[in-house]
């Protein structure tokens, strides 16, 4: 039997080549056309398109997404206790991947000749068995990057790569949809009877139609090239670990704790301005085909600051740039919520520097969160990628429920009035103008000072990381050479 190498000279600790970085980066462009699709305009289809109540989706979005939440966690307790021939967490990115995309086409495929009842039931059991799948492909997604490597920088050249697939898909997406939902204005403008109305919803669910489709074939190439690309490195004392070892790992892991906590926080913020964003475009600034523009300024801030996070990760440390981030959210969500609708620029220039923020929270995060694998594996001795991230999941799944809801809830508290027989075409009150500005500014600004407060105890830091992992690994170097021949 071969003996790994020391600590020092691990393969893990490689430089990874240009193929794997790109194509871990190419697995969340895949992830975010399913997941960016339902969290931007799953609230808008819902209400305008297929017309349920925004209440009735509120409610909804709260009960889906807890159930995705514990999907995460089923999710990594399965990872945890396979081991393939291809690996850990490849199997499920490759067969997962088309089964997921195509769940996505019938969330957005909400049949026309139900009644509100049954369309309200379908909308339930398409939108949760599309949160269980997306679990099964995207824990194993996200714990790979913790098995690809056990380098900081390399590690952070992942998340940066992460990051920009995460906003390319993203951007892509609501440029697509934007772009054609804008040009159905003067149809939606000329709607004056139920007919019209019929017609205007046929013509918007056959753009939604089209791109779930393609988005079929498209995010399945990409999830493939993930699997071809990124394989795991990272040397395990146990193949498989089995529910009580799992426990054991989580309930002595500090680390993992405070950073759950702190983007649990975060994340709602960011959570509940997906699904308002549409609103936001159509409402405040008059052209939902703006959405697009708003998510190229807001998320596409990534692929002008993606490229220097790890440079930024080894100048301050991932700990420093994680704690410090959200002042750029506090501040931009600030200036949002005041910004007048006709001043565009002001706009766009508050989302650019709210999106600083949201670029570095979640790309410093999962580089946080992959670290954490090990520390928990040295206190341990017990290496649980699958129930660290799945973990980690679920927090940012309970954060989209309560985001999305607290989102919707915000346009009803606010009297939003949604598009009906016999209003087919409503003018909205001031109110739901205030909450829609206020879930796209404020709420984000409040969530991170809550996110920054708590992060301040995270125990942490690179240095410390470092220690950690090569005392782990000294350690499976001696056991295995205890029980070599």
């Known amino acids: 039997m071969a003996r790994p190498a020391t600590a020092q000279g691990l393969r893990s600790l490689e430089h990874l080549p240009v193929r794997t970085v790109l194509g871990y980066g190419a697995g969340d462009f895949a992830c975010n056309l399913a997941f960016s699709l339902s969290t931007a305009f799953l609230l808008y289809y819902y209400t305008d398109v297929a017309g349920i109540s925004a209440a009735a989706v509120g409610t909804m979005f709260l009960v889906v997404r807890l159930w995705d939440a514990v999907a995460d966690l089923l999710a990594g307790r399965l990872v945890d206790s396979t081991m393939t021939r291809w690996g850990k967490f490849r199997p499920f990115i490759m067969f997962g991947a088309a089964p997921l995309l195509f769940l996505s086409f019938l969330t957005f495929r909400v049949p026309t000749s139900f009644d509100d009842g049954m369309k309200l039931v379908y909308a339930y059991a398409t939108y949760a068995v599309l949160g269980l799948v997306y679990s099964l492909v995207n824990i194993p997604y996200g714990s790979l990057a913790s098995a690809v490597t056990q380098s900081v920088h390399e590690r952070a050249r992942l998340v940066s790569a992460r990051v920009i697939g995460a906003g390319l898909g993203g951007v892509v997406l609501t440029y697509v949809i934007g772009h054609f939902v804008s040009g159905l204005r003067e149809q939606k403008a000329a709607i004056e009877t139920s007919g019209d109305l019929i017609a205007y919803q046929a013509a918007v669910q056959g753009v939604f139609t089209k791109v779930t489709l393609a988005f079929v074939l498209i995010g399945t190439a990409a999830f493939l090239f993930t699997a071809w690309a990124c394989r795991e490195r990272v040397v395990r004392a146990q193949p498989r670990v089995g529910a009580r070892e799992t426990v054991a790992t989580l309930r002595s892991n500090r680390p993992l704790a405070y950073l759950c906590t702190s983007s649990f926080f975060y994340l709602i913020g960011v959570s509940a301005v997906g699904g308002s964003t549409a609103f936001y475009a159509q409402y405040v600034l008059g052209d939902i085909a703006l959405v697009g523009l708003m998510t190229l300024v807001n998320t596409g801030v990534v692929f002008v600051v993606g490229p220097f996070i790890p440079r930024i990760v080894d100048r301050f440390g991932k700990k420093t740039v994680f704690q410090y981030c959200g002042v750029f959210t506090v501040v931009g969500g600030v200036g949002l919520f005041f910004a007048p609708g006709d001043v565009f620029w002001f706009v766009l220039l508050t989302l650019a520097v709210k999106g600083v923020g949201t670029t570095l929270i979640n790309s410093v995060m999962f580089g946080l969160e992959a670290d954490t694998v090990e520390y928990g594996e040295w206190k341990t001795g017990r290496r649980a990628e699958g129930a660290t991230y799945a973990l980690f999941s679920f ?22 009035l949604a598009a009906t027989s016999e209003n087919p075409n409503p003018v909205q009150p001031d109110s739901a103008i205030i909450a829609i500005k206020a ?47």
């Open 395 to 416: 927090t940012r799944k309970v954060t989209q429920s309560l985001g999305g809801a607290l989102g919707a809830w915000a346009l009803a508290a606010g009297g939003y």
């Open 439 to 485: 879930t796209m500014g404020l709420l984000p600004a409040v969530c991170a000072v809550l996110a920054m407060l708590v992060f301040a105890r995270y125990p942490l830091s690179d240095a410390l990381f470092r220690q950690v992992r090569d005392v782990t690994e000294a350690r499976k170097a001696a056991q295995t050479q205890e029980v070599a021949p």
